[in-house]
Every structure is written in C-alpha cells, then in structure tokens.
C-alpha cells in the first residue's frame, strides 16, 4: 500500500496537481471501500468490519531513521513513510484480525 500511494504522489506531481499524505491513505482506505460499494464492511476500524492490518517500522532502514528523527508532525511521518518505505517497513501482519 506505501508504494501505491508514493506512486500516485508521483504520478499527481507529474501531472502538476498534489496528493497530501493523508489523502492518499484515506483514497488507499476509506476511500477504496467507498469506490467499491463496500465501506459497511471494509475501509475503516470499527466494531463488526473486516480488516486486514499492517504495523510498520518507521525506522526500518538507516535512511529512513534518519529522516523520521527530524518529522514535525503526523502527516510528515506519513509522506516520508509513503515516499521512501518499502517492504521492510512491514514489521507485523494481520489478516482478518489474525496475526500472519
């Protein structure tokens, strides 16, 4: 999911338009769910929802540790993570609420 939404920000800046992070994880999400006719079920946490969870490691890399060191807000944390995590990111899976 990090690599879908750092490669729509790139393809929006290549366009000359912007995706905030935030929006992408909501597009990646809620907003998903909602395109499929299936936010009752999908797309957000809630008691009764389906879900499929990822926990990151927002220091999985060096380079990544150097960058968040120096985040000022959610959203910043959220761009870098979007823009230069990859699959080492992922430390824990959970699929339908079960660790994997």
């Known amino acids: 999911m990090l690599k879908t939404m750092g490669a729509a920000y790139q ?7 912007s995706l905030s992070a935030p929006l992408a994880l909501y597009l990646a999400t809620r907003g998903a769910a909602q ?11 809630g008691v009764g929802m389906e879900a ?7 220091k ?3 380079l990544l540790d150097f960058r968040m060191q120096r985040c ?6 959220l761009f870098v993570q979007m823009t230069m995590a990859d699959e080492r990111a992922v430390a824990q899976r959970f699929v339908a609420g ?3």
């Open 72 to 77: 000022e807000s959610l959203d910043e944390a």
């Open 35 to 45: 395109a499929l006719y299936l936010e009752d079920r999908i797309g957000s946490l």
């Open 98 to 100: 079960r660790s994997r």
């Open 60 to 62: 999985s890399t060096p």
């Open 52 to 58: 499929d969870l990822v926990v990151l490691n927002m």
């Open 11 to 17: 393809v929006a800046q290549l366009g000359g338009g």
